[in-house]
């Protein structure tokens, strides 16, 4: 059955949907010269103008997430990805190790990607259970001379969230690419915070790098000036010249959100998406979420279609409703819905009355 509503919604990982307001703005500032001549993305970065929006996404990223003055904000480039060797090369001594907790895809790429670059270890394992749930923190094993402890705070391709931190006697390292800005966060729990920005702060291209300046060390032999945390907060991450466009887009996003009430606002509104759609698949005989119930991710909803090689009907019904790109991690496969804060909650409607009314015909 067609749809006959004009709206499409786009449950992508990342990048993920943008606001129409975001997308507008971006759309102005790309086709027309702003009222003094030059528009800001034509701009040189080292101008007022565009250190301004820098200091002003700074300021505002400090305000919505409370980050205490002795943290640096660094924006950087190479994707949460290049994160993954970047830590080891700036945040430990020669011959030093850290502690790896595997939750799911991404804590293992972390993992995996540091094992090249330091002698870490990892300190629990959630491979067991599938990575359905978090290893409880008391089992971490964390040596007491490890230079941090990292954790991936969503596990975007599994649908796992973890819903609170521990205290460690190492600093706690997290990758938040896909749940900054979705909750309030304590910062001063974290020696190191990073996130992409494609998901719930604009386009790709830019990564946000929050650390304690007590962390912050001389680059070491071989490490990139460009990707050393401690050159990037020197020179205010003006080294060479930042993702422009990227920026400019999470500049916006950060407006966007704290004009609707800053992350308090966001965090009960995912909630309300979450607890929508888990109810659908909760009274559902067709689709079933494997992950443990008060784990799961409010920002990516992973589940599967009990009758598999249904899947790509109800993936091909869902895009002609306007529902796209609801195909789960490629790696792991299953349905996923990422509801990021530009997801307007119409759009989990719709796709609950889509999934009730595709179970209605196949279940
Ligand atoms: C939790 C998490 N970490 C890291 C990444 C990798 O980010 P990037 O592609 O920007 O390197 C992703 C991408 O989806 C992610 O979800």
């Known amino acids: 059955m067609a749809c006959t509503c004009s709206e499409a919604y786009n449950f992508a990982a990342g990048p993920a949907m943008l606001p129409a307001e975001v997308r507008r703005q971006l759309a102005e500032q790309l086709g027309h010269a702003a009222a003094g001549g030059v528009p800001l993305l034509e701009q040189p970065f080292t101008g007022a103008g565009f250190r301004g929006l820098m200091e002003e996404t700074e300021a505002l990223l400090r305000n919505l997430l409370g980050i205490p003055d002795d943290y640096a904000v660094l924006f950087m480039q ?20 850290a502690a790896y907790v595997e939750t799911g895809h991404w804590a293992r790429k972390a993992f995996v990607e540091a094992c090249r670059h330091a002698p870490v270890r990892c300190a629990a394992s959630g491979a067991a259970t599938g990575y359905t749930s978090v290893p409880a ?89 460009a990707f050393s945390y401690a050159v990037l907060a020197e020179q205010n991450s003006r080294f060479n010249t930042p993702p422009t466009l990227a920026l400019y887009c999470a500049n916006r996003m950060l407006r966007w959100v704290a004009e609707r009430g800053g992350v308090t606002a966001m965090a009960a509104l995912c909630r309300q998406r979450s607890r929508l ?47 796209h790109h609801l195909q789960g991690h490629s790696a792991l496969g299953g349905v996923r819905a990422s509801l990021y804060n530009a997801m307007p909650l119409e759009g989990v409607e719709r796709l609950v009355d889509f999934m009730r009314e595709f179970e209605s015909r196949h279940g």
Not at 78 to 97: C, D, I, V
Not at 183 to 212: D, W
Not at 303 to 314: G, K, N
Not at 317 to 323: R, S, T
Request: aromatic content about 8%; proline content about 8%; glycine content about 8%.
């Open 78 to 97: 190479g994707g949460a990805s290049a994160q993954f060797a970047l830590l080891p090369l700036n945040l430990l001594a020669a011959g030093q190790g």
């Open 137 to 225: 923190p008391a089992d971490w094993q964390v040596p007491a001379d490890a230079g941090y402890c990292h954790l991936t705070s969503n596990e975007t391709g599994n649908g796992l969230q973890m819903q609170d931190f521990p205290q460690l006697p190492v600093p706690l390292v997290a990758d938040m690419t896909s749940d900054l800005l979705t909750r309030p966060l304590a910062v001063e729990r974290f020696g190191a915070i990073y996130a992409s920005t494609q998901k719930n702060l604009g386009v790709a291209g830019l990564c946000l790098v929050i650390i304690r300046r007590e962390l912050l060390r001389p680059p070491r032999p071989g490490l990139p000036s």
């Open 277 to 323: 759609l888990y109810d659908c698949i909760d009274a559902s005989a067709l689709y079933r979420c494997a992950v443990r119930p008060d784990q799961r991710s409010a920002v990516n909803v992973c589940f599967e279609l009990r009758d598999r090689p249904l899947s790509a009907v109800f993936f091909g019904q869902a895009e002609a409703h306007g529902l």
